[in-house]
């Protein structure tokens, strides 16, 4: 990581084309390691299976998960999740006894940039719990999915056609499914649900702003002496040209018109600490069928798992649209 951002400020230094040389670091990045989520052996402990859909048009396969309801009479975990500034804690414990009401369906839980099907997996548990199956994808050029990056908006096609899949085959029913998107997921969430008829409600975790505004929070957050010596043009123009190469418009990446225009029902997680995806961007979302939760003390990686407090929100909510 240090290597490639001291070839960036290299580059930048000493040749014009800063802005190509940033595209093609957002372009050949690779996800995350996933070890400090969740290790091999809880995947399978967990009995999470692992299945390929691929598309004939396209040629392309993407790697996701399924699994089905729990029937454990206790959950927990706790996780410390760092971003470069703090550490986070996400807890949760929660036993059925306590739960409100049995719930059913699916939930389609989508990765943000640079992570895989893997740092889903512990909302996925908390679901499980509840009552749903699961079905997580990698997104197009993460994890073990295959083509070059689709920045949330061509994933949308075929992660919809993969609904369509494991519905036909029984995998899943199709009544009563649900899109939770992480920060770039949001976005395949909402276009995915802006295109069918059959989405029950959507779920946000940190919800990415457009794409090249959040490559510059980003570098910002995550790597100040970076940001400081790159000018903020640079980054949104690198940005905005790693989408162009991949016949991406910048507008495409913007969410809030899809919400604005959807009677689906909505619920947005945001953390007044996260400065990648402000909770602030979506104050001006007063709609009936929006509803916004701003949580405290947490950093945006950490947005990924779901803690006690988001259960308190989630059960009511699912309560009212399940």
């Not at 899949?165 to 920060?183: C, E, M, P, R, T």
């Not at 997921?185 to 919800?207: C, E, V």
């Not at 910048?250 to 689906?264: A, E, H, M, R």
């Amino acid at each position: 990581m240090l290597l490639n951002k001291l070839v960036i400020i290299i580059l930048c230094f000493s040749i014009s084309a800063c802005s190509s040389n940033i595209a093609s670091y957002i372009e050949k990045s690779r996800s995350f390691p996933h070890d400090h989520i969740i290790t091999s052996e809880q995947i399978s402990q967990w009995n999470f299976s692992k299945s390929n859909y691929c598309q004939a048009q396209s040629n392309q396969c993407i790697s996701y998960f399924h699994a089905a309801p729990l029937s454990n009479k206790r959950i927990s975990y706790s996780i410390d999740i760092e971003s470069e500034k703090s550490v986070s804690a996400v807890n949760l414990e929660l036993s059925r006894d306590n739960l409100k009401k049995d719930f059913s369906g699916t939930i389609i839980l989508l990765h943000g940039f640079r992570a895989s099907k893997e740092f889903m997996l512990t909302s996925a548990l908390y679901f499980r719990f509840l009552g749903f199956d699961v079905i997580i994808p990698d997104l197009l050029g993460h994890g073990e999915s295959d083509g070059t990056k689709g920045y949330g908006v061509v994933d949308s096609e075929i992660i919809s056609n993969l609904i369509d899949d494991v519905a036909h085959k029984n995998i899943i029913k199709q009544k009563n499914i649900y899109l939770l998107g992480n920060s770039m997921g949001a976005l395949t969430a909402a276009r995915i649900s802006s295109s069918r008829q059959d989405i029950s409600g959507l779920i946000f975790q940190a919800p990415m702003v457009k794409f090249d505004q959040a490559a510059y929070n980003y570098a910002k957050s995550g790597f100040p002496l970076l940001s400081g010596i790159i000018s903020e043009s640079s980054i949104r123009e690198g940005a905005a040209l790693a989408l162009d190469r991949a016949n991406i418009k910048i507008d495409d990446t913007k969410i809030k018109p899809l919400l604005i225009s959807s009677q689906t029902p909505i619920l947005i997680f945001a953390s007044s600490s996260d400065s990648v995806a402000p909770h602030t961007e979506y104050q001006d979302l007063i709609y009936r069928n929006i509803k916004l939760v701003v949580l405290n003390d947490r950093n945006h990686p950490s947005m990924v798992a779901i803690g006690q407090d988001e259960h308190r929100v989630l059960s009511s909510w699912l309560a009212n649209n399940n």
